[in-house]
T-cell receptor, first 114, second 111 residues
Framework: DGGITQSPKYLFRKEGQNVTLSCEQN?????MYWYRQDPGQGLRLIYY???????QKGDIAEGYSVSREKKESFPLTVTSAQKNPTAFYLC?????????????FGPGTRLTVL | GQNIDQPTEMTATEGAIVQINCTYQ??????LFWYQQHAGEAPTFLSY??LDGLEEKGRFSSFLSRSKGYSYLLLKELQMKDSASYLC????????????WGAGTKLIIKP
């Protein structure tokens, strides 16, 4: 079955540590995205990538980093520079066709920084 | 600035009909999406509107008026499993891949 996987589902880290969240898709989609979701707020875009080896900052990129070395994979690193990292992180992908291009989401990773 | 407004929470009765509204102010318009999100889970795609009018998909319908910057999601024959948050998102013109998201409407279904 095609889909998007994120691991782990729950992640706990100590303050000051970097942590990497995994996102893999087998939908053959060109575009991939990382969002952060906080209670009472809309999804906020952290980074997106339209094609392999290229990515762009979203609205809240500070304290985060990404790579896109393979079409299937778009890992997100939450660095110690991110001031409030505890949140629900969602990865999405889309065919990248513009217009009707629809984003499909992975199950999410809930990160808690202690 | 760009903004999307949705009611924070709505309550409806099992078997009834509910309409969830979404208004937007964006720099241009290139499509509106509705997603359903159950608590703790990923959003799932429900509908896409780019032209004015009503799109029907089973128990769910979505309406768009571009001149009014307005959309609604209509849910008929409500079931308990419809209890979820409903997210409205707009692709503004020229934004290519980026969507602007509303905060979501939490729908509570009562027996």
């Amino acid at each position: 079955d095609g889909g998007i996987t994120q691991s782990p589902k729950y992640l706990f880290r100590k303050e000051g540590q970097n942590v990497t969240l995994s996102c893999e898709q087998n939908l053959n989609h060109d575009a991939m995205y990382w969002y952060r979701q906080d209670p009472g707020q809309g999804l906020r875009l952290i980074y997106y990538s339209q094609i392999v080896n290229d990515f762009q900052k979203g609205d809240i990129a500070e304290g985060y980093s990404v790579s896109r070395e393979k079409k299937e994979s778009f890992p997100l690193t939450v660095t110690s520079a991110q001031k409030n990292p505890t949140a629900f992180y969602l990865c999405a992908s889309s065919p990248g066709e513009g217009g009707t291009d629809t984003q499909y989401f992975g199950p999410g990773t809930r990160l808690t920084v202690l | 600035g760009q903004n999307i407004d949705q009611p924070t929470e709505m309550t409806a009765t099992e078997g009834a009909i509910v309409q969830i509204n979404c208004t937007y102010q964006t720099s241009g318009f290139n499509g509106l999406f509705w997603y359903q999100q159950h608590a703790g889970e990923a959003p799932t795609f429900l509908s896409y509107n780019v032209l004015d009018g009503l799109e029907e998909k089973g128990r769910f319908s979505s309406f768009l008026s571009r001149s009014k910057g307005y959309s609604y999601l209509l849910l008929k024959e409500l079931q308990m499993k419809d209890s979820a948050s409903y997210l409205c998102a707009v692709r503004s013109q020229g934004s290519n891949y980026q969507l602007i998201w509303g905060a979501g409407t939490k729908l509570i279904i009562k027996p």
